[in-house]
């Protein structure tokens, strides 16, 4: 009861619930998995084995918060951390700051539903381009929120993933509208 009213909190839901358990208990929490609670534990419990998997749980829930819930990419947080850490390491790196022009005309003339799918095959290219291209330090694909989206790349490869990402987007996206729209 105590997870589900947790979970009907919005400032609350991302808190991992670790349930602890008799092993004769165990049948019920099958019953019971959809109320919330993110792991659980049988008694009697080793402190370790607690301990790995609470932080386990915690990383979790904190890489959920930091995923857009729309692209399932990066956002800002974790945008923010990698480049920090790139910062740090003093690793030579580009950013490629992609900003679709017009998004809102285009959501306002044929929905958001339209909006999010293109939103979404934007993701993908951006991601399918940045597998194509690996430099010296791993491709960073991370989405800002609305249509701004960050790649954190090796500046060796930036201005070939670029233009990989604008070949495939003038390919792909036109044929989100119509026709008629698309000659005018």
Request: aromatic share 8%.
């Amino acid at each position: 009861e105590l997870a589900e009213l947790l979970r009907k909190r919005s400032f609350l839901r991302s808190i991992p619930i670790v349930m602890i358990v008799d092993p004769d208990d165990i049948v019920s929490l099958l019953s019971s998995v959809d109320k919330g609670f993110d792991d659980f534990f049988t008694r009697p419990i080793d402190p370790l084995n607690l301990q790995l998997r609470v932080a386990l749980s915690i990383r979790r829930a904190e890489e959920r918060l930091e995923t857009n819930p729309l692209t399932q990419l990066p956002g800002n947080v974790a945008i923010e951390k990698t480049m920090s850490h790139l910062i740090e390491s003093r690793a030579l790196f580009s950013v490629i700051y992609a900003d679709l022009d017009n998004f809102k005309a285009f959501n306002d003339a044929f929905g958001y539903e339209q909006g999010d799918d293109v939103l979404r095959q934007t993701a993908y290219i951006l991601e399918h381009n940045a597998k194509r291209f690996e430099g010296r330090i791993a491709t960073f694909v991370g989405h800002v929120g609305g249509d701004d989206f960050v790649i954190i790349a090796c500046p060796t490869i930036s201005e070939k993933l670029a233009q990989g990402i604008i070949r495939d987007f003038d390919k792909v996206i036109p044929t989100y509208c119509p026709e008629e729209v698309r000659q005018r």
